[in-house]
RNA sequence: GGCCUGUUGGAGAAGCGGCUUAACUCAUAUGCCUUUCACGCAUACAUUCAUGGGUUCGAAUCCCGUACAGGUCACCA
């Protein structure tokens, strides 16, 4: 009986200390609740969100996330939006946030609705934190209310010292229990305290047990046993704004996101999101823990760095050059191991394509696999047309290297030409994994470079008597018939060896080597040095065919003349 | 240190009690093809599934211990 009466008068004491707090709070949850309603859509659809912090470049990790989870929606006909998750104001990097965005874009990840950097679209906005400091303060005036929010004025000092009594004593650290200091302070001297103007934290007042275990579904790993929660967190930071503990519960609640979709860090606080949701009346969504992508450190497993490691940021391989599609299709592999044997069964790498499954995913944070990256970037560029390839090189290099857009840009007959090499088909060329490479292999096509790469002379065989090549590229160039299609062509290449003493193949040359020079390959290399500057490049008629009869036959006469 | 998760070749992995002499892909090596390079083709690459024990007629697959790796223990997300 005095039990009770005593309860009813700490409760009213709780309202009014509430009261004080949120004067501005005039709404409850219910009327959240109906502000926003559960997403009319089919049951199987996925509400899912990317909700990235704006501290700093797109992380590979991040992309990773975000295609996955864009993808889960994409293949259930579901929602995907983008939340900004910007409480913590003192790591905030100015203009960060419209960047994640402009990279996710490049990538072709477009959210449904959510922060788009310059706006925001949907009704269950607004998508950024800073921006919902309402809601936080209905729920936790709703919780404190119930007395299972409290007022907290500890200081950092006060809060490390506890952890020292606790690590002496070889109990779990934390504020909780008897440890948690302020959780006993009277309604009435918490108001007294703010009133005096000290500063002070919320923290939710728990009540769990460490000794209780909790089981909560991870949609990749199965069932997870786990402590439960019994620590008393900061839910409101002494800023006003919320932690991402509490945020997170409020804003994928309202948010309605049905599969919440993290990094594998998130699992220890899980028990604590559980206790949250439960204690505000909120239905559990589902959760789905992903690996991370790691790197081979002197042996030992880590994290890719933003600081150490250029491949952590997407950035350095926008700049590279990596086709977005190649990236896309890597990632896939690494989030399903089926997906690379799906694409060669289907000849595909468009991801949209493929039917994405929590169950297929790795459980352990994966290697960063360069070679793996640079073979999908290769096939890909391979399948597309030199038109496709043209456009998408045109695009890069406009932003990333003006030598070769300078070169490119107003010549796409010339260049398609060039990139049209041995493209097609079963055996299709490979030599582009990456468009920064690709001035390098084609610029010898064009006459500015071409002398560049001469300048410091020829790389002829050293073995080769001078005046041998210089016979040999005058007569190509007295006979050389530019109407011949590659095998006849190639045919008058063996004629002209032949008439200096060439065999017309290396096997003829190998059972008689002290009768010949050499053989046709000899021939071969000595005009393709003549025309190209270097021992190799794509198949020879091909280059003499692009280059024309004029340009052909210059180069040929610059060689000569360099060989004196 | 407590708790959670994991451990199949250099990398990603399939397999989840007998069909496995451990699939497939990348990488690597060698050879073939070839006018060079690239492509393509062929072959090789884990007697063994971190390790020790147990259950079983039978284990990579189930159970227990050990080791190792990663995560987590903030007014950071």
Redesign the pocket.
């Known amino acids: 009986m005095f039990q009770d009466k005593y309860l009813e008068l700490i409760m009213t004491t709780f309202k009014e200390l509430a009261d004080y707090i949120f004067p501005d709070v005039k709404e409850t949850i219910e009327d959240l609740e109906k502000k926003f309603p559960k997403r009319n859509l089919p049951r199987e659809a996925e509400v899912t969100r990317f ?1 990235p ?1 704006p501290t700093g470049f797109l992380h590979l990790g991040s992309l990773f996330m975000s295609l996955v989870a864009s993808k889960v929606a994409y293949d259930t006909k579901g929602v995907f939006y983008i939340r900004l ?1 910007d ?2 104001t ?2 905030e990097i100015e203009g960060s946030g419209e960047e994640l965005i402009t990279q996710l874009e490049h990538f072709g990840i477009v959210p449904n609705e959510g922060y788009l950097g310059s706006k925001e679209i949907g009704n269950y906005g607004p998508y950024v934190q800073s921006k919902r400091a309402y809601f936080y303060r209905v729920c936790i005036k709703y919780l404190m209310e119930k007395g299972r929010a409290y007022p907290c004025f ?3 000092e006060q ?1 490390e010292e506890i ?1 020292h009594v606790q690590e002496a004593m ?1 109990v ?4 909780y229990g008897e440890y948690a200091l302020c959780r006993n302070i009277t309604p009435e001297d918490a108001l007294a305290r703010i009133k005096a103007g000290e ?3 919320i923290r939710f007042r728990s009540e769990g047990n460490f000794d209780n275990k909790v089981i909560f579904h991870d949609l990749i ?2 069932d ?4 439960e929660n019994a620590l008393d ?2 839910i409101m ?3 006003g ?1 919320p ?3 509490f945020a997170h519960a409020v804003d994928d609640h309202f948010m309605r996101t049905t599969t919440v979709l993290r990094g ?6 899980a028990p604590i999101h559980l206790e949250l949701f439960n204690a505000l009346g909120f239905e559990l969504p589902r959760y789905a823990h992903a ?2 992508i ?1 790197k ?1 450190d002197n042996g ?4 890719l760095s933003k600081r150490k490691d250029p491949e952590a940021s997407v950035q350095h391989f926008i700049e590279e050059g990596f086709p977005k599609e190649s990236l896309k299709a890597y990632l896939m ?2 989030a399903n ?2 997906f ?2 799906w694409t ?1 069964e289907n000849h595909c790498f468009d991801i949209d394509k493929f039917k994405f499954s929590f169950d ?1 995913m ?6 960063f ?1 360069q ?2 990256l ?2 999908f970037s ?1 096939e890909i560029i391979a399948s597309w047309s030199a038109e496709e390839f043209y456009e998408k090189l045109l695009a890069w290099s406009k932003e990333y290297d003006e030598v070769l857009y300078n070169h490119i840009k107003d010549d796409k007959e010339y260049v398609t030409k060039i990139l049209n090499i ?1 493209r097609g088909g ?6 582009f994994t990456y468009f920064k490479e690709v001035y390098p292999i084609i610029g010898f096509f064009f006459e500015d470079r071409f002398l560049e790469i001469v300048k410091d002379g020829y790389p002829f065989n050293e073995a080769m008597p001078k005046d041998v090549i210089k016979a040999v590229l005058e007569d190509f160039a007295k006979n050389n018939d530019y109407s011949l299609p ?1 095998d006849l062509w ?1 045919n008058t290449v063996k004629e002209l060896g032949a008439r200096h003493n060439f065999a017309e ?2 096997k003829v040359y190998k059972q008689n080597k002290d009768a010949y020079l050499g053989h ?2 000899d021939v ?2 000595m005009i ?1 040095i003549a025309l190209v500057g270097a ?7 091909s280059v003499i065919q692009i280059l024309g009869k004029e340009e052909v036959d210059r180069r040929i006469k610059l060689a000569i003349d360099y060989l004196g």
Do not use: Q
Not at 300 to 303: A, C, L
């Open positions: 909700a912090s998750e409480t913590d003192k790591r500890c200081s950092h809060i952890r070889k779990i650290p934390g504020y500063k002070y934290v790993r199965g997870i046993s786990i402590a967190v900061v930071k002494s800023d704004l932690t991402y503990h594998e860090e998130w699992i220890a606080s690996p991370v790691m081979l030992n497993r880590r994290k592999s690494i191991s089926n690379e044997e060669m297929k790795s459980l352990d944070g994966v290697l696999d070679d793996k640079n073979y290769k041995e079963e055996k299709a060329r490979k030599d590659n190639f193949s290396n046709v390959g071969a290399e393709r021992k190799n490049s794509p198949n020879l008629h």
